[in-house]
């Protein structure tokens, strides 16, 4: 059974529309359980009623017409039940409904099952039969499997539009997601295409076929060109054997070979790239299985002709810095740290990206720019929405595409009013972060990336509380070299001297990728990521040791930071390798004062061994962003969990608070760097619980200097007990929101649904 499931989603994904979808499940549902009928309903939520959407064994008329309330009918009372229902004889059941357009009189068993997606009712699968059967518990599971398995691909297609509504695919359309960095703005889409690869293109139905065959031709025409340029300038250099390859090339490119083939896919229905990618992918598979190791080498040929056609595909509208529209928004299935680099910095005015989450990296290097973003936006129809116009709400997770008048006008009241917030706020950045009782909240900026304004940082923090030396490493294409890194790191330290700069060793895995330097594991972020892997690689945390420390002569404000520590173990193995380190550069004649050296406590275990860490180092960074994800066992890149990922969550606070007094009894300074830190609202209860630093993105600090500024330690301690007393995450935020909305700093925190 299990096997005639899988090939059934296979096929229903494969699919190329929603249309084709729903018919392939009634039918291939309706063989595997060997019933006269199989039919699917669709909740539509504008109606509020299940529409008969695709049907094998009723009347085919009565598909789109016959539609009933939730409550209505059998299907009705499935669909409001959100329960399966398995009648031997439906017709005698009180909420039998006779719908004469189905001719349904004929049939006795009914068996029907919700189609439930994230909580959410999309739908009813039913199946009948015309004799009195009853469907046993082994139909039962089968369909409610199947249905369950479905719901995904469904929720996608119906969400998107694409597939369901081709009409309104051009007109508005709204999309949530997970807010990421909070902001507005108004700008164009351009979709960020991953570089030519065979096996990631998607399948895409093509609006316009000639068009797509007329780009086809001309990307084979421009491949021909390209290989008879380079057979013509190695022509005299190459055996007439070698030569006759480019002919055999420029054959296989011909429009009798791969053209054509190509062509008669795309009238099939697929678009010019998805047909490269499909017809490359068939040959080079049959190829490859040929036991003849010439064939077996055209397979690679034909895998490199087709990726250089695919090129020239994706090469439509190739950008360079001046082709990017002025207010761009970026949007890419999976933007990365890098893709940030790729449009000018002021050009771009927002993120969107279908995975990833609000704590995600990339999310965090978005806020630390000042870019809206919004992630987890599982239900986005990429390549439709290049160029289209958007405003993207970076506070509530929404992207309105091709937006109405009246839409364009309320977000433009928005943005400027967010803008004159801003600028009120700039105002006092240059004030102290004092409470109205006089007690000073040290605050500390986040560092890593170039783009920070540290000239105007420096009059306005107390130092660097955390410069994550990961991003510079994933922006290059190899580990840089002591002497590249001295250079970087004794920029940012030299920026902020006298003030401290605490930097922390490389923090890979997870969800930070060194391009050079992958790491393929099941759960990156409980694998090896951190200290961890820099343990196992000492000489490369021995080269950013030294490239610290020689960065730091004369200057004096280092401190280094381990992260991911899980063990007493660590600390000590780091410790040795932080002297040898020391020790090896005063055999080369640098003479240093020793840094200060913390750990950051964001395992949980590390809460139950803070006696032995006090004694080993000089203070602790709490990350509250890895604290949260592992107390609350949430993926803090898992779109379909953020909900339930908030460093708000009671016992995240308990953690924390528990934490701030035992650093105090150990005589250990403790700041946070975490996101949390940045919350206005989190940092008043952060400074309630007795931190002594706080440590964020620039862009946060004047919200929380201001939510600072007004109020009093004494309402922060007040604050804090009232909070901790609360046992729910959303009664901690609507708390927060109301006291918050009393001292009149509600316009500080993102705003409300
Ligand atoms: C944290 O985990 O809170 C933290 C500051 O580190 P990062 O977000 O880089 O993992
Ligand atoms: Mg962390």
Redesign the pocket.
């Known amino acids: 059974m299990l096997d005639v499931l899988r090939r059934i989603i296979q096929e229903v994904n494969g699919a190329r529309s929603l249309e084709a979808a729903l018919a392939t499940m009634v039918r291939r549902i309706r063989k595997a359980m060997r019933t006269d009928v199989c039919s699917i309903y669709l909740f539509d939520a504008e109606r509020e009623r299940l529409v008969l959407m695709d049907t094998l064994g009723l009347h085919s008329e009565a598909v789109g017409q016959v539609s009933m309330e939730l409550g209505e009918g059998l299907v009705g009372l499935v669909g409001q039940r959100e329960e399966p229902l398995n009648l031997e004889d439906a017709p005698s059941h009180p909420y039998f409904r006779y719908f004469a357009e189905t001719g349904e009189e004929r049939f006795s068993s009914f068996l029907g099952v919700p189609i439930i997606h994230q909580r959410r009712m999309l739908g009813v699968l039913v199946v009948q039969q015309q004799a009195m059967r009853r469907f046993d518990e082994g139909d039962e599971a089968f369909l409610i499997t199947m249905a369950a398995q479905l719901a995904g691909v469904l929720a996608h297609a119906m969400a998107t539009g694409t597939l369901t509504r081709p009409a309104q695919a051009d007109g508005q359309a709204m999309f949530a997601g997970v807010a990421a960095s909070p902001g507005m703005a108004s700008g164009e889409l351009v979709v960020l295409m991953p570089p030519a690869d065979l096996n990631s293109v998607p399948d895409l139905i093509p609006t316009d076929i000639e068009a797509e065959i007329t780009r086809l031709h001309e990307a084979i025409a421009n491949v021909r060109k390209e290989i008879g340029v380079a057979a013509a300038r190695l022509v005299k250099r190459i055996s007439a054997q070698e030569v006759a390859l480019f002919d055999a090339y420029q054959q296989m490119l011909g429009d009798a070979a791969l053209g054509q083939e190509v062509e008669k896919r795309i009238r099939e229905g697929q678009w010019a790239p998805g047909a490269l990618a499909d017809v490359v992918k068939r040959h080079v598979q049959y190829l490859e299985r040929v036991d003849d190791n010439y064939l077996r080498e055209r397979a690679a040929d034909i895998r490199d002709l087709g990726r250089r056609v695919l090129a020239h595909l994706q090469e439509d509208s190739p950008r360079t810095p001046d082709t990017f529209p002025e207010q761009t928004i970026l949007i890419g299935d999976e933007l990365s740290a890098a893709s940030l680099g790729e449009v000018p910095r002021d050009k771009l005015v927002g993120l969107v990206s279908i995975r990833g989450s609000s704590?995600s990296?990339v999310a965090?290097l978005a806020r630390a720019m000042g870019i809206p973003t919004v992630l987890g936006m599982v239900d986005l129809p990429l390549p439709r929405l290049n160029g289209a116009r958007a405003i993207l709400d970076g506070h509530r997770g929404r992207l309105f595409v091709r937006p109405d008048a009246e839409r364009e006008h309320h977000y433009e009241t928005l943005i400027a009013e967010e803008k004159a917030l801003s600028e009120v706020l700039e105002h006092e950045q240059d004030r102290p972060s004092e409470t109205s009782d006089g007690y000073y909240m040290p605050l500390m900026v986040?560092t890593g990336l170039a783009v920070e304004a540290v000239a105007s940082l420096k009059s306005r923090v107390g130092g660097v509380g955390?410069y994550?030396t990961e991003v510079p490493f994933m922006m290059n294409e190899r580990f840089p070299s002591e002497q590249e890194q001295t250079r970087l790191y004794r920029d940012q330290l030299e920026s902020f001297a006298p003030l401290p700069v605490v930097m922390r060793t490389l923090?890979i895995g997870?969800d930070k990728d060194l391009p050079y330097f992958p790491i393929d594991e099941a759960n990156p972020f409980l694998g090896w990521r951190g200290i961890r892997v820099t343990l196992d690689h000492p000489e490369v945390l021995m080269v950013q040791l030294r490239a610290m420390l020689r960065a730091s002569v004369g200057l004096d404000n280092l401190c280094i930071l381990l992260?991911m520590i899980s063990s007493i173990e660590e600390v000590d193995t780091a410790l040795k390798l932080i002297d040898r380190a020391q020790r090896e550069l005063a055999e080369e004649g640098v003479k240093l004062a020793r840094p200060q050296i913390g750990v950051?406590i964001?395992v949980p275990g590390t809460l139950y061994q803070l006696d032995a860490l006090a004694a080993r180092v000089d203070f602790f960074s709490?990350?509250?962003?890895?604290?949260t994800q592992y107390l609350l066992a949430v993926d803090r890149n898992n779109p379909r969990v953020a909900s339930l990922y908030d460093a708000c969550h009671p016992a995240v606070l308990g953690a924390l608070s528990h934490l701030a007094i035992e650093s105090r009894r150990l005589q250990v300074p403790a700041s946070v760097?975490?996101?949390l830190a940045g919350d206005p609202a989190g940092a008043l209860l952060l400074m309630g619980m007795g931190f002594e630093a706080l440590s964020m993105n620039a862009p946060s600090l004047s919200r929380v200097r201001a939510a600072i500024r007004r109020v009093s330690l004494a309402d922060a301690r007040t604050l804090l007990d009232e909070t901790l007393a609360l046992p729910t995450t959303a009664a901690v935020r609507a708390h927060l929101r109301q006291r918050m909305g009393e001292w009149k700093l509600a316009h500080l925190l993102p705003p409300d649904d």
Do not use: K, Q
């Open positions: 704590t990296h965090i986040n955390l994550r923090d997870g992260p950051m964001e709490v990350g509250s962003n890895d604290l760097c975490g996101e």
